[in-house]
């Protein structure tokens, strides 16, 4: 079974600062996949990342894919407040979806 | 269209209670999926349907029963549930379960289930 861990768990980060979230995975995924929550909300598709080297930005977010290293990372550039949320990714074995433990971001004032 | 819908939003059921979740696409969808999500939780794959057919049961215990009536339709029947039921479940969506691996999931807002 693939296991996906994503750090930090919690992160609380002041608006107009940078950061990463990171997302390991146990085994070779095909894909990398993100996606955000809203408290009590469904998931949003962020980014779908398909091989390895993969680059996607959207906004203020930019995510990326190292096959080799099994990491994929988040990047957050200049926070802003509509930021907070939950941050999943998740990686797939053949039709199977399996989803790191989530980072949940709060940008603050 | 390009939304799943989930319905009810809410539910409070008792644990000798029967009832329902509705899941409904008109995407053209064939694959469905439901995922059950605890609270601070990464989303757990409950079933998946593929064409009308189930062909994943990730073990989940037979209280719940998926129904596949049509291709945009998918039902969650609820029976003897226990108070560690209570979740979030969420349906999804893809074109098919290989198109899922392409462009992800498309995610109903979920129903919220509280078993007292």
């Known amino acids: 079974e693939l296991k996906v861990e994503q750090n930090p768990l919690f992160l609380s980060m002041q608006e107009g600062k940078n950061y990463t979230i990171y997302c390991n995975y146990s085994?070779?995924?095909?894909?990398l996949y993100w996606y955000r929550q809203d408290p009590g909300k469904s998931l949003e598709s962020l980014f779908v990342?398909?091989?390895?080297?993969a680059v996607k930005q959207e906004g203020r977010l930019m995510a990326s894919l190292d096959t080799k290293a099994r990491l994929s990372t988040l990047h957050i550039t200049a926070a802003v407040h509509d930021l907070s949320a939950t941050y999943f990714c998740?990686?797939?074995?053949?039709?199977?979806?399996?989803f790191g433990t989530g980072t949940s971001l709060t940008v603050i004032p | 269209d390009t939304e799943v819908t989930q319905t009810p939003k809410h539910l409070v059921m008792g644990m000798t209670n029967k009832k329902s979740l509705k899941c409904e696409q008109h995407?053209?969808?064939?694959?469905m999926y439901w995922y059950k999500q605890k609270a601070k939780k990464p989303p757990e794959l409950m079933f998946v349907?593929?064409?009308?057919?189930?062909?994943i049961n990730e073990s989940v215990p037979s209280r719940f029963s998926p129904e596949c009536p049509n291709s945009s339709l998918l039902n969650l029947h609820l029976h003897a549930l226990q108070p560690e039921d209570s979740a979030l479940y969420l349906c999804?969506?893809?074109?098919?379960?290989?198109?899922?691996?392409?462009?992800?999931?498309?995610f109903g807002s979920g129903t919220r289930l509280t078993v007292v």
């Open positions: 999804a969506s893809s074109q098919s379960p290989v198109q899922a691996t392409i462009y992800g999931y498309t």
């Open positions: 085994t070779t995924s095909d894909r």
């Open positions: 990342l398909l091989s390895n080297g």
């Open positions: 998740a990686g797939n074995t053949g039709n199977q979806f399996y």
């Open positions: 995407m053209g969808h064939r694959a």
């Open positions: 349907y593929s064409y009308e057919k189930l062909s």
